[in-house]
Structures are given as structure tokens and as C-alpha cells.
């Protein structure tokens, strides 16, 4: 099991070049990345690349679930989450996925335009403060916030320079409200 790599949506695991885009992967410029967490494996009778669910059993959400979400959008008070993957709970979520983090809940500190914590493609850790009528998300933890966050203009991985998250590729310099293990997040905790 510890070969197993457990890979986040937009992790890029291949390129065209090797491989096909299989199940639970697309294709981008010649990359193949994950559109889903779970683990990847190379389908190798089809040359496909594919990234199998961590596992089918459904469980729902609750209020104090500490999940992982992919920011989809990021509006002038909130943004829209979809619950990805609940801690400690491998299986697939049942139900309704659309979470909702409120500017509010976003820091300790004051937030005024959630712009400049978040961006889509992010994969947060939040906390589930809410769960019916809607699924409402907190990140104001240390521990909470953004694990893993793309460059906004050339979609590489962010890493920390300093106090700052750099891309590796065009050197473009952004900020998140990150988690406090951003870039050492141990995968197999999930
Ligand atoms: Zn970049």
C-alpha cells in the first residue's frame, strides 16, 4: 500500500505523450491531471492513465467533519467549495457536495474580498459548521485553509519562497489563507 499514490484534482500525473486521459483524469495542453482525489494507477493494458476513488462506500457529512474541498468559484463575500474528501473517512460523500464559505469564516482576521485568500483550483481543509439546508465550511483554524494551491496564470504548483507562495514555473508571486502544514501535508493521513 505505501507505493499507492494518492493524488489531489489537478495534481498532474502524465502527459499525452505517455499516456491516455482515463477515467478520473483530463487532459490539459498536452498534461494529464487528476480530476478527482484517489489513487493513480497506469492502465497499462490500455495506456491509460487513471485515478481510481479512495473508495465506493458512501458516508454523509456532519457538522464538525474536517473534509477537503475544491474551490470552484470565489465571489465578492464568499466562495464555492465542492466537498472532495471527509478526514478520516475513506469513502465517497453521499448526497449534496456544494459547500458555501462565507467571507466571515474565512480568517480570525478581518477579510474583506475573499479574493485574496482563495482561488479556484485550490484545494482547501475546512471544517463543516453547517450541513442542512446547505453545507457551510469554516477555515479559520491554523490547520485550515489552502493545502494545495496552482499559479492563476500558469496553473504550476505554488511553493513557499520565504513568507511568500512562488510558482515554480513563471515565478509569479500570489498569497491564500494556507493551512499550517501547506506543502507538507502527509497524503496518507487522509
Ligand atoms: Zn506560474
Not at 483550483?121 to 479559520?140: C, M
Not at 520565504?162 to 513563471?170: P, Q, V
Not at 498569497?175 to 493521513?189: C, I, M, Q, S
Request: net charge positive; hydrophobic share 35%.
Amino acid at each position: 500500500m505505501s507505493n499507492d499514490k494518492i493524488v489531489l484534482p489537478g495534481d498532474r500525473v502524465s502527459t499525452s505523450e505517455e499516456l491516455l486521459p482515463g477515467d478520473g483524469t483530463f487532459e490539459e495542453d498536452g498534461i494529464i491531471l487528476a480530476s478527482r482525489i484517489g489513487i493513480y494507477i497506469v492502465d497499462e493494458k490500455h495506456k491509460k492513465a487513471v485515478v481510481k476513488p479512495l473508495t465506493s462506500i458512501p458516508v454523509e457529512l456532519r457538522r464538525g467533519d474536517i473534509v477537503l474541498a475544491n474551490v470552484q468559484s470565489v465571489r465578492s463575500n464568499m466562495i464555492i467549495a465542492q466537498v472532495i474528501h471527509v478526514i478520516g473517512k475513506n469513502r465517497a460523500i453521499s448526497g449534496d457536495t456544494n459547500g458555501t464559505l462565507r467571507v466571515s469564516e474565512i480568517s480570525t482576521g478581518y477579510v474583506k474580498d475573499p479574493a485574496t485568500e482563495f482561488s479556484p483550483g485550490d484545494v482547501i481543509r475546512a471544517k463543516v459548521t453547517q450541513v442542512k439546508p446547505s453545507i457551510q465550511l469554516a477555515t479559520k483554524d491554523r490547520d485550515l485553509g489552502v493545502i494545495k494551491a496552482v499559479c492563476s496564470k500558469c496553473r504550476h504548483p505554488l511553493s513557499w519562497k520565504g513568507n511568500k507562495l512562488e510558482c515554480s514555473n513563471c515565478f509569479n508571486k500570489e498569497r491564500r489563507k494556507t493551512a499550517d502544514d501547506y506543502g507538507n501535508y502527509d497524503l496518507h493521513k487522509l
